[in-house]
């Protein structure tokens, strides 16, 4: 048993210096799935383009490799059954009507009144009842890159749900401040489309977030154009221009969060787009790609062996063989009587 020891220890320091995957695990980071969480946070027909704002961001992070199964999707309101809809179980973006951004296969999780503060916070913060279906859960853990999406209509310091309650920054720091001591991120991507977006992450506290909203203290976030055939607009500036650029992305395309950063100047937004960037400090957001968080790609890297670490793994497979007959050789077995008789 010492000499098994002795010679494992032995083996393990002479090929550590060697092994090129140690430096490939340090390169890495420890991010192995995505998530995201899209939410609109509005009622009523005249709400109709934050129903359009998170199908669309929906849409496109579907296209780029997030499933259904790691989508957590609210929609206060279902605008596609809105009897003023003159195109049932539709909804466009744009008054060319070119997407149904609805579509076939929409999974939305919750819909309606169930759209709530609370609901929100327990699926964040997974304390949902135990009879919640796996689909309404966000099954994340601390290898988990998370993005999250809110539109609607907000002020200085809150978002408004429902037009009935609202939830304020300080309580949503609080909330992702839970998830980081729940292990339930690695690293989070907050986007806010709302009236004075800026304030709704000003107070966050956690590491490892990344932080951007439609418009700055004091500015309104405006919608981009209007449909006349229903007589609202049918989408926000900031999320347009966001979906403008998230259509021309690939799976492997390069571009990073600083691009998306400026993806809306504030000659096309009106408003003025706002980031925060001082709670990611392990990475450069300069470097950081766009689709470690809305994507679904596995990054690999090709590590080439020499004949030296070929024979080390040879040896240490060997040994290992070697170790484990001589363990079986040891062990004791006896015979038991399969049919037992009674004397």
């Known amino acids: 048993m010492f000499l098994r020891y002795f010679l494992t220890v032995l083996l393990f320091c002479f090929t550590s210096a060697l092994d090129p995957f140690e430096k490939f695990a340090e390169s890495t980071t420890r991010h192995t799935n995505n998530w995201a969480i899209l939410v609109d946070t509005s009622r009523f027909w005249f709400n109709y383009r934050h129903v359009a704002n998170v199908l669309s961001i929906y849409r ?27 195109r049932p179980a539709e909804i466009f973006n744009n008054v060319a009507e070119q997407i149904n951004v609805y579509g076939d296969d929409v999974e939305v999780d919750y819909r309606g009144y169930d759209v709530t503060v609370e609901n929100f916070v327990r699926v964040l913060t997974n304390r949902l009842p135990e009879v919640t279906p796996v689909s309404k859960r966000l099954l994340s853990d601390e290898s988990s890159n998370i993005f999250i999406y809110m539109t609607g209509h907000g002020g200085d310091g809150f978002l408004k749900f429902q037009d009935n309650e609202e939830i304020s920054a300080v309580e949503l720091a609080d909330v992702i401040e839970q998830m980081w ?53 049918v989408i926000d500036r900031f999320t347009y221009y966001a979906l403008e650029f998230l259509e021309k992305l690939k799976q492997d395309s390069q571009k990073t969060i600083n691009d998306f950063f400026h993806c809306c100047p504030k000659h096309l937004c009106i408003s003025e787009v706002t980031w925060r960037t001082d709670l990611f400090t392990k990475r450069d957001y300069h470097k950081t790609l766009l689709t470690d968080f809305i994507g679904n790609v596995r990054r690999t890297e090709i590590v080439m062996l020499n004949n030296q670490l070929l024979d080390n793994i ?28 009674l004397d």
């Open 181 to 233: 001591r729940k292990k339930r991120y690695h690293e989070l991507f907050f986007v806010v489309d709302t009236c004075q977006a800026a304030t709704l992450f000003e107070k966050f506290y956690s590491p490892n977030i990344l932080a951007v909203g439609s418009s700055k203290r004091g500015e309104d976030s405006l919608s981009h154009h209007v449909d006349p055939k229903i007589g609202v607009y």
């Open 314 to 341: 040879i040896i240490n497979s060997t040994l290992n063989q070697t170790f484990d007959k001589q363990d079986e050789s040891k062990q004791e077995f006896t015979y038991i009587s399969q049919m037992p008789i």
């Open 60 to 86: 496109s992070v579907k296209r780029l490799g997030i499933p259904d199964s790691n989508i957590i999707l609210m929609l206060a309101d279902d605008m596609a059954c809105n009897p003023r809809n003159p």
